[in-house]
């Protein structure tokens, strides 16, 4: 027990990164939009949120621009592959190199300085005192929205309303989606440009929240994790936020592995979380026919539509 609590502390901390951009992504790929730059809006969302918060003594402020250029660089994406017909694996690869080298010059002279202020953990009153488990009521605003508000949010959109109805039409047969009068264009670029902002905000957790120095190459293969697990979840948002914290307990694990001393080289302790992903992509796929079903991909995802084709 002495283990277990911080051990699944860390494990809501850093899944609610992978959370918050799965999510966003989930809605992306729903609508038929790869976007493979979230590595690259998430190192943005971060290093903003550093300079905002610093500039403003206000992690608030922090946050809101950090969804600000999530969302101009989706839309920048969204625009050139929905609009465009450019090749949205390509768009979204180009996306993250240059999230990723423009965040380092930007944050060049921020880096290993810490945060000026970040944001507190807001105690659940009642539940926060508990015996034991109180620590898990006392989390920061981010872990609430990863694991509680936002999925059961995007599953009632996705899922329960017309709108959810129409984005997923959209993502499964444009043509059908248009000729009954939904506009398709629109809905994808809001649903990248929406996906974005969360990956924006995905960065701004990992810094104002989880590790509130910034420093280059920080972000450290998370984005692609997250898409990896909109994958493995079989793009549900509720799936999504529970994969996240699965994978949010293997990082921490190799975290307590070396703080613990465990006879295994540190390297090892570091990859866990990528083999852990190729692990899980793989092994439910060929083991359990049913899982492939449950994992299927949006019919249109990845395909530019446009009318005069239909």
Do not use: K
């Not at 610093?54 to 969804?67: E, I």
């Amino acid at each position: 027990m002495t283990l277990l609590v911080p051990l699944v502390l860390h494990a809501l901390a850093y899944g609610s990164i992978l959370a918050l951009a799965a999510q966003g992504e989930v809605l992306a790929e729903r609508a038929g939009v790869i976007n493979l730059g979230v590595e690259g809006l998430m190192a943005l969302g971060a290093v903003i949120a550093v300079l905002a918060t610093d500039a403003s003594l206000s992690p608030w402020l922090g946050c809101l621009a950090a969804l600000a250029v999530g969302a101009g660089g989706a839309l920048v994406l969204g625009l050139a592959t929905i609009n465009g017909s450019a090749n949205q694996t390509l768009c979204g690869v180009a996306l993250t190199f240059l999230g990723l080298g423009l965040s380092a010059v930007i944050g060049h002279g921020v880096a290993g300085l810490p945060v000026v202020v970040h944001f507190a953990s807001w105690p659940v009153p009642g539940l926060s005192r508990l015996p034991f488990i109180g620590q898990l009521f006392d989390q920061s605003p981010f872990v609430y929205l990863a694991f509680g508000l936002l999925p059961f949010l995007c599953h009632m959109v996705l899922f329960r309303t017309r709108f959810g109805l129409s984005l997923r039409a959209v993502g499964e047969n444009p043509g059908a989606a248009d000729a009954v009068g939904i506009p398709v264009r629109r809905f994808r670029l809001g649903a990248v440009v929406t996906g974005g902002a969360l990956a924006g905000l995905a960065g701004a957790d990992m810094i104002l929240s989880v590790m509130p120095v910034w420093s280059e190459g920080m972000i450290a293969g998370r984005g692609w994790i997250a898409v990896a697990l909109v994958i493995f979840c079989g793009y549900r948002p509720v799936a999504a936020a529970a994969s996240s914290l699965f994978f949010g307990l293997v990082m921490s694990l190799s975290f307590f592995g070396q703080a613990q001393g465990w006879p295994i080289p540190p390297a090892v302790l570091n990859m866990t979380p990528y083999l852990g992903t190729i692990l899980f992509m793989i092994i439910p796929a060929l083991l359990f026919p049913r899982v492939r079903r449950l994992m299927a991909a949006p019919a249109a995802l990845g395909t530019p539509y446009f009318r005069e084709e239909r």
